[in-house]
């Protein structure tokens, strides 16, 4: 998440108002949880591909979400959106156990 908001707001905006960045996350009827990062930015290059970006950023979004084993996504051309796509194993459990712990205090 960190990277994708670093890259929206360092790229995506070339104007000072109506900027938005949105974060959401949720379980998909498989099971699986979804986390999208969207801006209403510039959006990707027309001949952007993912899978050829040499970016340090994607390389290593992509990376970590390799990590937890999870799909990684980035699209767009009127703004940006990067999903990211893992199962909601035991881990991920623990972790939205102590986010909900530091919201409630």
């Excluded at 940006?80 to 035991?90: A, E």
């Amino acid at each position: 998440m960190n990277e994708a908001i670093t890259n929206a707001l360092k790229y995506a905006f070339t104007t000072d108002t109506n900027n938005e960045i949105r974060i959401s996350m949720y379980s998909k009827p498989d099971g699986k949880i979804e986390l999208a990062i969207a801006d209403n930015g510039k959006g990707m290059p027309a001949d952007f591909r993912q899978s050829r970006s040499n970016s340090l950023g994607i390389k290593l979004m992509r990376g970590l979400t390799g990590d937890i084993g999870g799909e990684f996504n980035i699209t767009g051309t009127q703004g940006t959106l990067i999903t990211v796509i893992f199962t909601n194993d035991p881990i991920i459990q623990q972790v939205k156990k102590i986010v909900a712990a530091g919201a409630a205090t």
